[in-house]
């Protein structure tokens, strides 16, 4: 019998740190109510036949951290065409561009939430205007030349270490659960 309890005991307790793990995943998922973006020009899947500058509005103003907020133009030939730095106004990001040879271009940009983390996006448009830049490979941004790969893959909202950290920390509780409910009944057998 006291086997038995320990056993129930035994379960009981994993139950419980299966529930902590999941409420805690709840609760990250939760947090994650960053500031977002509410309109752009151009708009995602606009055609412009002109553009010199890149306008984002956010949904509250951004932090103004030195180098956190990145806004870039890769076009169809993947140069850079911004040409300058993002700038913020409040909630606004602007950024001087110079477009190239019509066809497909995106907008790249990361921004840092008023709650201080991260947010990111893309915004694919079209041009059908004249080129009236050449382009460049690198940023003329100083800030945005190191960081312009890591803005694209982060607006798909990939799974992030702390995500991943969490999930496998909760299939080690629930094996442990298991080992010990295995090792009871064992030693529930042998009595
Ligand atoms: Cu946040």
Do not use: K, Q
Not at 122 to 149: D, H, K, L, Q, R
């Amino acid at each position: 019998m006291a086997s038995r309890t320990l056993l129930r005991r035994a379960l009981a307790g994993a139950v419980v740190v299966a529930a902590a793990m999941t409420a805690a995943l709840g609760g990250a998922t939760a947090a994650s109510a960053h500031d977002s973006l509410v309109s752009s020009s151009p708009a995602e899947g606009d055609s412009v036949s002109s553009l010199s500058e890149v306008r984002l509005d956010f949904s509250a103003n951004l932090l103004g951290a030195d180098g956190g907020n990145i806004v870039i133009v890769v076009g169809p030939d993947g140069r850079h065409y911004e040409s300058g730095c993002a700038e913020l106004a409040g909630p606004t990001l602007t950024l001087p561009v110079a477009l190239g040879a019509p066809g497909d271009y995106s907008v790249e940009w990361r921004a840092v939430s008023s709650d201080g983390h991260p947010v990111s996006g893309v915004i694919p448009f079209t041009s059908t205007g004249e080129s009236v830049s050449a382009g460049a490979e690198t940023s003329p941004c100083a800030s945005a030349a190191g960081v312009a790969e890591e803005t694209a893959p982060e607006a798909t909202g990939g799974m992030s270490g702390v995500t991943l950290g969490l999930l496998l920390g909760g299939g080690v509780v629930v094996l442990v659960g298991v080992l010990i409910v295995v090792i009871l009944r064992t030693r529930t057998r042998e009595d």
